[in-house]
């Protein structure tokens, strides 16, 4: 995605300009590659497969009745212990996000079974972020997905218990805001829930990426998801 990039730690190297050659020469043949293994041709030219009803990331065009002090919408991340490296992330995601839209709020999601310290919540606060408490919801099979990062995923669940908002912009802590993302808001009357499908080692797959997702509210759906989740334990 253009508009969302991940931030990563990045170390000098010092390389030969033949070896910088060597790796552009590469990686644009195996993006070719994999244009063509990946994408599939019909009638109005090349698009991924599979294919699903989707929005256009790149028009940003804003219906008349926008304003950005509009607050039925909020951007919100998540902070589930106590780790130095995504409290760094949330401190820039904030940055990139007040860049844009300095008059939305952003909301951070925090476990009540992991308190904040008071510092990190001075520096959370100072730069921008609304603290959240929220419940944790455990994985409910980490046999399956023993990584530490997948077992708080569930939490995200509370996504739809935003009920003082019409729509909530979701995105992991080591997401970058490059550009606008206002006109995605007024996507949730036909999509009240919106995500990116994964793809795994250049495949697609059925299951959709929780790092970034866009969520109508609704206590309905809420009750339902926690119910599903309770029949599925």
Known sequence: CVLIMRTTMMRSLFVSPRCILLLISTTLLIGFLGSMLFFKKN???????????????????LPKSYNDNDHRFAFVSAYYRDDLEYFRHLLVLSYSLH?????????????????????????????GWTLTPCKRIQHPNMNVHSANRFKDQFTKLHLWN?????????????????????????????FPFMAVNDNMYGDDVSTFNGGVLVVKPDSTTYRALLDSYTQYQ
Do not use: N, Q, W
């Open 162 to 190: 935003f009920l003082a908002y019409d729509a909530v912009y979701y995105l992991d802590a080591d997401c970058l805001v490059t550009a606008p993302l206002a006109h995605i808001f007024y996507s949730v009357g036909s």
């Open 99 to 127: 860049k844009f839209h300095p008059t939305i709020p952003r909301l951070l999601m925090y476990v009540d079974d992991a308190p904040l310290s008071d510092i990190a919540r001075c520096y959370l606060e100072a730069t």
């Open 43 to 61: 009638s109005s030219g090349f698009h991924p497969y599979p294919s699903y009803p989707s929005i256009s990331l790149y028009d940003t065009t």
